[in-house]
C-alpha cells in the first residue's frame, strides 16, 4: 500500500483536474469479463489468437465470432456504481475531469460521462480495412457486411490490438502532463503504454493513486493505492473528493 493507506492524505483545491485511467476491472461487477484469468485464458482463447492482427489474419472468422458474442452481450449489462460515480464526478467538475479507458465497452457512456477516450477502441464500431472509414455497428461482423464507405467486405472490429497504436495518445499524455491527480481504477497494469501512465505523472509531479481489487503490477509507482471493489472504492474516493472541492 502506498502513502497514507489509511486515510485520505490529498490536500485537493480548487481548481483541480482529473484524468482517470480505467480497466476490465471498472466492468467486472457488470458482468463483463476481465482478461487476465489465472488459467492465462481469455474467455476460452489465448490472447494471440483474438487480439492481434496476426490472428485475425490466420482465422478472422474465430476473431469476428469472439467479437460479436461480446458486442451481442453488451446488450445484456448495465452501468455499476463505480460507472456512475465518475459520471457524478464529471457532473461536478466538467471538463476537469478526463476518462481514459481501456475498455471498448460503452458503459461510461451509458452512465452519462461524455469526456471518454476509448484509448483500445470501440466495440460499437467497425473499421474498413479497405478504405479505413469507421462506421458505428451494434450488429455482427461475422457475416462479412459491405463497408457502408466503400462497399468492399472487409469490415474489422474497431478495436487495437497487440502491435498496433492506441487512440488519442497525444490528448492523453497532454492531459496526464496537465493534471493535478491520476486514478487508476480496475487495470492490472500489464498492457503498455497504459501501464506507464503512472509513471508520465509521476514525472510530471501528479498525484497517484491506484483503486484496484489487488495490488497491479505497477501498484509501487503510485502515492497511494487502495485495494478492493470498484463498485465501492469508486463511489467513496468520489464522494471524498466532492466534500473537499
Ligand atoms: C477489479 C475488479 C473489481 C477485477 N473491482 N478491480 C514488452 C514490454 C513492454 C511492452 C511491450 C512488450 N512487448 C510488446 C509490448 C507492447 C504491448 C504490450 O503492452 N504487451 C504486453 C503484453 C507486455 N502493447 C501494445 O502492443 C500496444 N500498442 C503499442 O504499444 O503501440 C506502440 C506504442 C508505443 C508508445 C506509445 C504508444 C504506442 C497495444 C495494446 C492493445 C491492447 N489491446 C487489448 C484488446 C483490446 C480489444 C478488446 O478489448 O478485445 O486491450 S488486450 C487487453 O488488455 C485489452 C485491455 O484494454 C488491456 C488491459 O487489460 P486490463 O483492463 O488491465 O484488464 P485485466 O484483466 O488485465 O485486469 C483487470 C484488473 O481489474 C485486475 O487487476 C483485477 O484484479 C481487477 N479487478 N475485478 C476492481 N470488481
Not at 81 to 89: E, N, T, V
Request: hydrophobic residues 40%; proline residues 6%; charged residues 25%.
Amino acid at each position: 500500500m502506498g502513502l497514507g493507506g489509511s486515510g485520505p492524505t490529498h490536500n485537493y483545491s480548487r481548481p483541480m483536474r482529473i484524468v482517470v485511467l480505467t480497466g476490465a476491472g471498472i466492468s467486472a461487477e457488470s458482468g463483463v469479463p476481465t482478461f487476465r484469468d489465472s488459467d492465462g485464458l481469455w474467455e476460452g482463447h489465448h490472447v494471440e489468437e483474438v487480439a492481434t492482427p496476426e490472428g485475425y489474419d490466420a482465422d478472422p472468422v474465430l476473431v469476428h465470432e469472439f467479437y460479436d458474442a461480446r458486442r451481442r452481450a453488451l446488450q445484456k449489462v448495465e452501468p455499476n456504481p463505480a460507472h456512475d460515480a465518475l459520471a457524478r464526478l464529471e457532473q461536478a467538475v466538467g471538463e476537469d475531469l478526463v476518462v481514459v479507458t481501456q475498455n471498448i465497452d460503452d458503459l461510461h457512456e451509458r452512465a452519462g460521462s461524455h469526456h471518454v477516450v476509448h484509448m483500445h477502441g470501440e466495440l460499437l464500431s467497425a473499421l474498413c480495412r479497405a478504405c479505413g472509414s469507421r462506421h458505428c455497428w451494434d450488429g455482427d461482423l461475422s457475416g462479412r457486411p459491405a463497408c457502408p464507405g466503400c462497399g468492399v467486405r472487409e469490415l474489422r472490429p474497431d478495436v487495437v490490438w497487440f502491435g498496433e497504436m492506441p487512440h488519442e495518445m497525444e490528448r492523453i499524455y497532454r492531459a496526464i502532463d496537465d493534471a493535478d491527480l491520476f486514478v487508476s481504477v480496475g487495470t492490472s497494469g500489464a498492457v503498455y503504454p497504459a501501464a506507464g501512465f503512472v509513471i508520465e505523472a509521476r514525472a510530471h509531479g501528479v498525484q497517484t493513486l491506484e483503486l484496484n481489487l489487488e495490488p497491479s503490477e505497477g501498484t509501487a509507482f503510485f502515492d497511494e493505492a487502495r485495494h478492493g471493489r470498484a463498485g465501492v472504492l469508486v463511489p467513496a474516493w468520489v464522494n471524498e473528493l466532492l466534500t473537499r472541492l
